[in-house]
């Protein structure tokens, strides 16, 4: 799967690929991530890629130009499943979106800043608009790395054991159950029996039955929305 991510603070990206499962399926040839520096495509010799709001008001607005120059370069060299732009008004990410985004080949991220980007862009070029969530971040750049990493993870192959993104919380809406590793007792607590049973389909059932109750406990809006 490729990405294309256009930023105006490209080196706000350069670590969050490059470590653990994203950077093994780089490796892989699973997973090509290229980032392309907004500034690049700035105007005059400054390269300015942002100015003041028509209609007055703080915070300055990424301009029109440098991006649909940016947009349609890359455009016109491949062809994108996807134009998103990470914002907060977008619509918010959960692991359904996920799911459907690791089908595509191709996707485009923009990256906005400030105040956000001149609208004549997003009814230009953008397809989707993505927000990871009800809180305002400095720029889309972590909302970018953020969807790479949810969908990257999904890709078949990615994973060494491919069950394991099935069984990650919000898949089925449910949360994951509690995990326990060595040593079986650790300061007085000691991991559940079942787990020693050598039993799968009993361990199965009891993973299922603590998956229930954590998100009765924790997420009940979870349930009632696979209800729906
Ligand atoms: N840019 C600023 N805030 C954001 C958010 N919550 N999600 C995606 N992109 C953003």
């Known amino acids: 799967m490729r990405f294309d991510i256009v930023s105006a603070v490209p080196n706000l990206l350069n670590s969050p690929f490059e470590h653990s499962i994203l950077s093994r399926a780089r490796k892989r040839?699973?997973?090509?991530?290229?980032?392309?520096?907004?500034?690049?495509?700035?105007?005059g010799k400054h390269?300015?890629?942002?100015?003041y709001q028509y209609g007055g008001g703080a915070g300055m607005v990424m301009m029109a130009e440098p991006l649909d120059n940016c947009i349609s370069e890359l455009k016109s060299h491949h062809s994108y499943d996807e134009i998103i732009y990470l914002t907060p008004d977008g619509s918010v990410l959960n692991q359904k979106k996920?799911?459907?985004?690791?089908?595509?080949q191709s996707l485009m991220l923009i990256c906005g800043h400030y105040k956000g980007i001149d609208e004549r862009i997003r009814e230009m070029?953008?397809?989707?608009?993505?927000?990871i969530g009800d809180y305002v971040l400095s720029g889309g750049e972590l909302g970018a790395a953020i969807l790479v990493d949810s969908i990257t993870r999904l890709i078949p192959g990615v994973l060494n054991n491919e069950s394991s993104a099935l069984l990650d919380s919000f898949q089925d809406n449910l949360l994951a159950p509690p995990t326990y590793t060595r040593p079986a007792e650790y300061k007085g607590r000691v991991v559940p029996d079942i787990l020693f049973?050598?039993?799968?389909?009993?361990?199965?059932?009891?993973?299922?039955e603590q998956s229930v109750k954590?998100?009765?406990?924790?997420?009940?809006?979870?349930i009632s929305s696979?209800?729906?």
């Not at 996920?98 to 595509?104: D, F, T, W």
């Open 214 to 222: 954590r998100t009765q406990e924790r997420r009940p809006d979870l």
């Open 226 to 228: 696979s209800e729906e």
């Open 197 to 208: 049973s050598g039993h799968d389909l009993k361990i199965d059932e009891w993973r299922h």
């Open 47 to 51: 390269k300015q890629i942002d100015d």
């Open 29 to 43: 040839g699973l997973l090509e991530i290229n980032i392309h520096d907004l500034r690049k495509y700035g105007i």
């Open 125 to 131: 070029h953008v397809t989707m608009e993505i927000s």
């Open 98 to 104: 996920c799911n459907q985004l690791s089908l595509n």
